[in-house]
């Protein structure tokens, strides 16, 4: 258990709709980092939040936008859903030194 | 549990035999490089890292090697053991940026019992 969490585990939607995937970092992790994983893709970097302030973007369409909560928790919103977002969204959460990134366990996103 | 890649390298090794996972980087100004395991349905979870100041760490029943001459990194499973089988990835980043890695497209380790 990385300690890590995110909500929900899974998510069953329809084109068009929008969502808000949840993550709560490890306990004194200030920076939480979003990743898309599909299967002809892989690993792909969204977008990094650092103690509420947007830090570093990556392959984050304009549809999806993200925040980090003063109690440190952040929040991804996919809007205008395609077939394609369909795919794993991990959360990642370091430290200070911002080294290590500690994963969570994903939330499935399904699109219909 | 599904499946993280269609087209990942595939290596299968039998229980008990010592595996070694390879991985090429691109940029070589990274100096800072992270293996992870990923078994299905699951996150990616650490297993080592490396910085570039060394060529071999050592964890429990895994080494990493890193070459720098020719931006390669390796992981050595000692024994391994079904519970290896998982899908493996190698990341590098900077210390200059802001961490964020880059990611290999990962290799599937199949232990046969």
């Known amino acids: 258990d990385s300690g890590v969490t995110q909500t929900p585990k899974h998510l069953i939607t329809a084109t068009g709709q929008r969502v808000t995937l949840r993550c709560s970092p490890r306990s004194g992790d200030l920076s939480v980092y979003w990743y898309q994983q599909s299967l002809d893709q892989g690993l792909q970097f969204l977008i990094q939040?650092?103690?509420?302030?947007?830090?570093a973007k990556g392959n984050i369409l304009e549809r999806f936008s993200a925040q980090q909560f003063p109690d440190l928790h952040s929040e991804l919103n996919l809007s205008s859903l395609e077939l394609g977002d369909s795919a794993l969204y991990f959360c990642?959460?370091?430290?200070?030194?911002?080294?290590?990134?500690?994963f969570g366990p994903g939330t499935r996103l399904t699109v219909l | 549990g599904e499946s993280v890649g269609l087209h990942l390298p595939t290596l299968s090794v039998q229980e008990g035999d010592n595996s070694i996972i390879n991985c090429a980087y691109s940029?070589?100004?990274?100096?800072?490089f992270i293996w992870y395991k990923q078994e299905s349905g699951k996150g990616p979870q650490f297993i080592i890292d490396?910085?570039?100041?060394?060529d071999k760490r050592q964890g429990q029943r895994v080494t990493v090697l890193l070459n720098k001459t020719v931006k390669h990194l390796s992981l050595q499973i000692a024994a391994t053991q079904p519970g290896d089988s998982a899908v493996y990835f190698c990341a590098e980043t900077s210390s200059g940026g802001s961490y964020i890695p880059t990611f290999g497209r990962g290799t599937s380790l199949i232990v046969h019992p």
């Open positions: 990642a959460s370091s430290d200070l030194a911002g080294d290590t990134q500690y």
């Open positions: 940029n070589s100004a990274s100096d800072y």
């Open positions: 939040y650092y103690n509420g302030e947007e830090r």
């Open positions: 490396i910085r570039s100041n060394m």
